[in-house]
């Protein structure tokens, strides 16, 4: 199945770089505010899930531009074609295709392909993680103020703005340093390479972070919400890192949880 995923990942990876020559003449509506999506982004989607669908036509999909179907199966492929799609509208080079298998409930494969750096990323639970085809490990960093975290700030849904805030503000004055690239599936595979220490957003979709979190998790580390527990991929309230870091982000994040924020999207 992984292999089927990376065929499919990287025909995307095709279409997106050939589209990246001329960003200038796609067409791109907007879903809602701050929110786009571009010629690229369906006809990735769509080459991806012809890919699968043709191996496996009992498997159910959700993707980011094309919703829900089938989701009854026991097999369901979460995709986002294009995560990090306004950096891609800008040429700003920080965006990927994000692929995940969940299996009667349970994430068991992962693809995260960066079609810019040709940077292929792999996870098959029980069996770790990898960054094209050498083994990758979360970091061995033990302190969190010693620690290089990435986050996504809110641009859509303003809510939970202040919130979020204010959890910034705190990791800001307990870490090295704060990074906001663009790309959660992308931020989360970071932290399986070791290239961050950990991760936290609020609000986010199944499809921007199920394939990084098996990543991460299958390369040692911790997924889970801001109270440390396992509703992440409903809720879309994400903290990973390693587990002394993951531990210590949890402690900092959680006083900052509303009730709200709780709620699964």
């Known amino acids: 199945m992984l292999s089927i995923a990376t065929k499919a990942a990287r025909k995307a990876g095709a279409i997106i770089n050939r589209a990246s020559q001329d960003v200038g003449s796609l067409t791109v509506q907007s879903k809602s505010y701050n929110d786009f999506v571009s010629d690229v982004d369906r006809a990735a989607e769509q080459a991806i899930i012809d890919i699968l669908k043709d191996a496996y036509p009992d498997h159910g999909f959700l993707g980011e531009e094309s919703g829900e179907s089938n989701q009854d199966a026991d097999n369901i492929w979460i995709i986002d074609p294009?995560?990090?799609?306004?950096n891609f509208l800008h040429s700003f080079p920080q965006y990927c295709i994000s692929i995940a298998l969940q299996q009667k409930?349970?994430?068991?494969?992962?693809?995260?392909?960066?079609?810019?750096?040709?940077?292929l990323f792999t996870a098959t639970k029980g069996r770790g993680?990898?960054?094209?085809?050498?083994?990758?490990?979360?970091?061995?960093?033990?302190k969190l103020q010693d620690s290089l975290i990435a986050t996504g700030f809110p641009f859509r849904d303003f809510t939970h703005l202040d919130t979020y805030l204010d959890m910034l503000k705190d990791m800001i004055k307990k870490t090295v340093g704060i990074r906001r690239p663009g790309s959660a599936a992308l931020d989360l595979a970071y932290v399986a390479a070791g290239w961050t220490d950990g991760f936290f957003e609020i609000n986010l979709s199944a499809w921007d972070i199920?394939?990084?979190?098996?990543?991460?998790?299958?390369a040692g580390g911790i997924v889970g919400d801001f109270e440390g527990n396992e509703s992440w991929l409903k809720?879309?309230?994400i903290v990973a890192g390693n587990p002394k870091i993951f531990a210590q982000m949890v402690q900092v994040l959680s006083p900052h949880l509303t009730e709200a924020l709780k709620t699964p999207k």
């Open 105 to 119: 409930g349970v994430l068991t494969q992962a693809v995260i392909y960066d079609p810019v750096r040709n940077d």
């Open 235 to 237: 809720t879309g309230n």
């Open 210 to 218: 199920a394939a990084g979190g098996l990543l991460v998790q299958e």
């Open 82 to 86: 294009l995560d990090g799609t306004t």
């Open 129 to 142: 993680a990898f960054l094209n085809d050498k083994r990758i490990r979360v970091t061995s960093r033990s």
